[in-house]
């Protein structure tokens, strides 16, 4: 959601201010593309993790202040929703046990935290949606205390003058009315980043693009909402409707969502914050007072707050970011596709078919970008979501073709070169991408392992829907803590 802010109105005068000074970072951004040196010598990777928060009967625990007051780690901070936290994984290079460096930091610091959190009689599920959520768990009220989520609750609800309509179709259908953005909250999922130079950006970032589809297709874990069985990867359509500050009318004329994929691929990364600036009014236009041009003719680094706040209320499925560490400049692309579990051996798996697979595309010789259009790609995102293991794909000199068949066949090889060209070690590779082929060869993620689960409960206990959730996410929980991949969890 972007940095703190404090409580307060805002004005027209606050508006036009806010536009005129991120037109000015724009054009310091553009000088600092041609003159400025990044920092891209020792590339980093990184994640985030959103997690939820359950009681000892697996139903929303709204209690992340008192929660994070127990972990007293600085590494987790509040998510938008009360039952809600997020981990901040310290960024690490992939080369020479790069991943058993993430596995070893992040698991021991969930265990630590969740006996923590117990103090606050709760306990961190690592899921894409919460099964147990019910509609009276996302009011308002659930909001998280933190001043920053009220703010862009209200400047949502103030563009768009009315109440949200969340309506999901799938297996069964949700039709919703909400008075506030908290149903986002349910979407809970790993952020991925990888740094790289100005003059590659591009290169990765339609990468990433070209695959954002394979990845949720081998990936699902929020097949539930609300009581309903709806996609594979329900977070896809909720984020896009419970963050939508457009009435019914702007949407007719083709305004842009602020969840969205994307309408063309890129030729560098000034073309993503340009678009920024040109097609989304400001949420939040809160100045600085620094002056980024003056910054840059005293040779220092600006760090462009207005232009990269705006970033960070425009929610691309994979979004550019720029940050200054240690007075230097670097450029990373955040992949946001990916759900949170089901188990932290599962999102390293993930994890590194991104990495792996974008390095291998983004330095083809022909690009992949260039055989196959945008829309492509988009459709292919769209049906994933929808279908998940058992989508069809488009590719390339294949044509349309089942998912897991074209990542057995084409994609999985590329990811094992890419980890490869990044010094990822052969063990780490096979283990992890090993999870990846079997999840396609055994046809089990984490969505189809929570609906058949639920089918085995409600079949041969004739438990409710509600009860069988419950029970699911029990299960859930107690493989989740195995760190066993999810293909191999059973289903009774």
């Given at each position: 959601m972007g940095k703190d802010v404090a409580a307060r109105e805002f004005t027209g005068e606050d508006r036009r201010i806010y536009r005129e000074k991120v037109r000015r970072c724009l054009d310091a951004f553009a000088r600092m593309l041609r003159d400025a040196q990044f920092d891209v010598e020792r590339p980093l990777t990184g994640l985030e993790i959103e997690l939820n928060l359950v009681d000892d009967d697996f139903s929303p625990a709204h209690v992340n202040a008192d929660?994070?007051?127990?972990?007293?780690?600085?590494?987790?901070?509040?998510?938008?929703?009360?039952?809600?936290?997020?981990?901040?994984?310290?960024?690490?290079?992939?080369?020479a046990g790069g991943f058993a460096g993430?596995?070893?930091?992040?698991?021991?610091?969930?265990?630590?935290?969740?006996?923590?959190?117990?103090?606050?009689?709760?306990?961190?599920?690592?899921?894409?949606?919460?099964?147990?959520?019910?509609?009276?768990?996302?009011?308002?009220?659930?909001?998280?205390?933190?001043?920053?989520?009220?703010?862009?609750?209200?400047?949502i609800f103030a563009a768009r003058g009315e109440d949200l309509h969340i309506e999901i179709g799938g297996k069964e259908r949700l039709s919703l009315v909400a008075d506030s953005i908290t149903p986002e909250g349910a979407c809970t999922s790993v952020q991925a980043?990888?740094?790289?130079?100005?003059?590659?950006?591009?290169?990765?970032?339609?990468?990433?693009?070209?695959?954002?589809?394979?990845?949720?297709?081998?990936?699902?874990?929020?097949?539930?909402?609300?009581?309903?069985?709806?996609?594979?990867?329900?977070r896809i359509p909720l984020f896009v409707q419970a963050t939508d500050p457009r009435p019914v009318e702007l949407k007719a004329q083709g305004m842009r969502p602020r969840v969205w994929f994307g309408d063309s691929w890129i030729t560098s990364v000034f073309d993503l914050f340009e678009d920024n600036v040109r097609y989304f009014p400001a949420l939040l236009p809160i100045c600085e007072d620094d002056d980024p041009l003056a910054i840059l003719d005293e040779g220092k680094t600006p760090n462009l707050d207005e232009l990269t706040l705006h970033n960070g209320t425009i929610y691309r499925w994979n979004r550019p970011i720029y940050a200054v560490?240690?007075?230097k400049p670097h450029l990373?692309?955040?992949?946001?596709?990916?759900?949170?579990?089901?188990t932290v051996v599962d999102v390293l798996a993930n994890v590194a078919f991104f990495f792996g697979l974008t390095r291998t595309l983004a330095?083809?010789?022909?690009?992949?970008?260039?055989?196959?259009?945008?829309?492509?790609?988009?459709?292919?995102?769209?049906?994933?979501?929808?279908?998940?293991?058992?989508?069809?794909?488009?590719?390339?000199?294949?044509?349309?073709?089942?998912?897991?068949?074209?990542?057995?066949?084409?994609?999985?090889?590329?990811?094992?070169?890419?980890?490869?060209?990044?010094g990822v070690d052969a063990d780490e590779r096979e283990r992890l991408l090993g999870i990846i082929e079997q999840r396609c060869v055994t046809g089990q993620t984490g969505a189809t392992w929570q609906t058949a689960v639920v089918d085995e409960i409600e079949q041969h206990s004739g438990a409710d829907r509600s009860s069988a959730l419950s029970e699911m996410l029990r299960r859930y929980c107690a493989q989740m803590h195995t760190n066993e991949p999810v293909h191999t969890w059973p289903l009774t």
């Open positions: 929660a994070l007051a127990s972990i007293a780690d600085p590494r987790f901070q509040t998510e938008l929703g009360q039952f809600n936290i997020e981990i901040n994984v310290p960024p690490r290079v992939l080369a993430f596995e070893d930091t992040i698991r021991t610091s969930l265990n630590t935290a969740n006996r923590s959190a117990a103090d606050a009689k709760a306990q961190m599920v690592m899921i894409g949606i919460l099964p147990t959520l019910m509609p009276e768990h996302v009011t308002a009220d659930a909001i998280s205390a933190n001043p920053r989520y009220a703010l862009l609750n209200n400047q980043h990888v740094q790289v130079g100005p003059e590659a950006f591009a290169s990765y970032w339609n990468a990433a693009q070209a695959i954002a589809g394979i990845q949720l297709a081998v990936g699902a874990n929020s097949p539930y909402l609300f009581g309903k069985r709806l996609w594979h990867e329900t560490v240690d007075g990373r692309v955040e992949n946001r596709v990916l759900p949170a579990g089901p330095e083809a010789e022909r690009p992949i970008w260039t055989q196959m259009s945008f829309s492509a790609a988009k459709e292919n995102f769209e049906i994933a979501a929808r279908d998940g293991i058992g989508a069809m794909a488009y590719w390339p000199g294949v044509g349309r073709v089942r998912a897991t068949e074209l990542v057995l066949r084409l994609l999985l090889p590329m990811a094992h070169e890419g980890l490869e060209r990044w």
